[in-house]
């Protein structure tokens, strides 16, 4: 049976949120996971699915075998796909969900502030174009 590579819906405005995408692209372990924006039409259709609004995304998504992960949860599955200090991410799996939660909530609601916002999804290199929906 043939399963569809990892879908990551990211704020593409989002300074951090890019930079978690670049930093994914030089540690990924196989080149696999899709990147949506959740500004692109692909997006917003797959943030409403989920229950994330686009005009005010507090989460990212990442889907999976058919399961839409987000907040902590997402992120933790995101950083089992990478190598480098990020992979290390996965192993506070083990803290409870409401305090790895209550962590990212802080940092999503504040990160426009914290970190920038770009006007537009910057364009990935010709190279790896085919894995991004922006």
């Keep these: 049976m043939f399963e569809s590579p990892p879908v990551w819906l990211f704020d593409g405005v989002c300074v951090l949120c890019n930079g978690a995408?670049?930093?994914?692209?030089?540690h990924e372990r196989r080149p696999l996971i899709r990147f949506v924006s959740i500004q692109s039409a692909e997006?917003?259709?797959l943030a409403l699915q989920h229950g994330l609004d686009p005009e005010?995304?507090?989460s990212?998504?990442?889907i999976e075998?058919?399961?839409a992960l987000s907040?902590?949860?997402?992120?933790?599955?995101?950083?089992r796909h990478l190598d480098g200090p990020a992979g290390l991410?996965?192993?506070f799996g083990f803290l409870p969900k409401s305090l790895r939660d209550f962590a990212y909530d802080r940092i999503a609601r504040n990160r426009?502030?914290?970190?920038?916002?770009k006007s537009e999804c910057p364009v990935p290199d010709a190279g790896i174009r085919h894995r991004f929906v922006l």
Excluded: C, H, M, W
Aim: charged share 20%; no cysteine.
């Design 21 to 26: 995408v670049q930093y994914t692209l030089k």
């Design 43 to 45: 997006g917003r259709q």
């Design 56 to 58: 005010d995304p507090q």
């Design 60 to 62: 990212f998504l990442f």
């Design 65 to 67: 075998n058919g399961e």
């Design 71 to 79: 907040r902590s949860d997402g992120v933790i599955a995101l950083a």
């Design 89 to 91: 991410i996965s192993l």
């Design 112 to 117: 426009y502030r914290l970190f920038g916002r």
